[in-house]
Each structure stands twice: as C-alpha cells, then as structure tokens.
C-alpha cells in the first residue's frame, strides 16, 4: 500500500527528466526460496547446493522475483500517479543476479509524456527504472509505459 502522506499525482504534475527514489529493503534467503517455490521452481532458485553448481555459483532470487520487488517499492515510494501504476507494457532485463542478504532500492526517472489522441482524459508515461543493490550495481533495468490520468 502506498504511503498515505504521498501525494497522488496527474500526468500534469509530472516533468521529463523527474526522479524519484524509493526506500532501501533487504531480502533473505527464505522469500528466494519461498517465490521461487511458487513461481519459479528452478534448482538455483530453491537449494544453495544445487545453486553452486549453477551458472550463478550460489542461490539467486528469480528474475520476476526482483521484478516483483521493483514493483512493490515502487508503488510504496512517493511515486503515485492518480489511479494507481497502470501498466502499457514493461521492458526489463537483469544484469545481475540478486542474492540473500542484499539490499534493493529503485532509482526512476519519468523519460517521456505524452496526452493520448483517443482519449483526452489520459495520457502514457514512459518510466524508466533501475534496480540497485547495496553496492549500487544494477540487477533490474526497466521501462515501463503508463497510462495516467489528466487532470482536467
């Protein structure tokens, strides 16, 4: 849920070239294990052993894990557009695995608006989104595409 104090934002209240951070959120080797058993059950995902032996040589959270993840501080930060964060279309990859212990923050920046031609109540926002680890490394890079609603 979002903060409550954040402020909901129409695509008037936003600029190209707008940034926002969200807080910083630690994951255990438990909630790998605990997705990855519900979502992704891949050995590298679920035993340290098996994971080893892998081409991440240790257990790594799935990569719609660290999605996840980007989604939900995302939508816990001051990064509010009214309506909620409704999505066109999402472009990600992941350079680099995510591991117990580390640390996550995400990083946006609003990188394009634009008032829809079909409706004059909405327009698209293009968001794109870098997701770091505790030592400022990225393991998600994302765009996303947004419908947000105009003001007037």
């Known amino acids: 849920m979002s903060d409550s104090t954040a402020i909901e934002r129409y695509l008037e209240d ?4 707008q940034t926002f951070r969200t807080r910083d959120r630690q994951i255990t080797a438990e909630e790998i294990k605990r997705f990855a058993a519900d979502f992704d059950p891949q050995p590298f995902h679920l035993d340290e052993a098996l994971a080893e032996d892998s081409i991440f040589k240790g257990l790594a959270a799935s990569g719609w894990h660290t999605a996840a993840l980007t989604m939900k ?14 999505g066109l279309g999402f472009e990600g ?19 394009n608006i634009r008032r829809s031609s079909s409706n004059p109540l909405r327009g698209v926002m293009t968001v794109r989104a870098t997701t770091l ?3 400022g490394e990225a393991v998600q890079l ?6 947000v609603p105009c003001r007037s």
Request: glycine share 8%; no cysteine.
């Open 73 to 86: 501080l995302l939508v816990e930060s001051d990064f509010v557009p009214a309506g909620g964060m409704i």
């Open 142 to 147: 994302s765009t996303f595409n947004l419908i």
């Open 133 to 135: 680890n505790q030592n």
């Open 14 to 17: 936003f600029t190209v070239g």
């Open 93 to 111: 990859r992941w350079p680099k695995p995510v591991r117990p212990g580390d640390t996550l923050h995400v990083e946006s920046e609003v990188v």
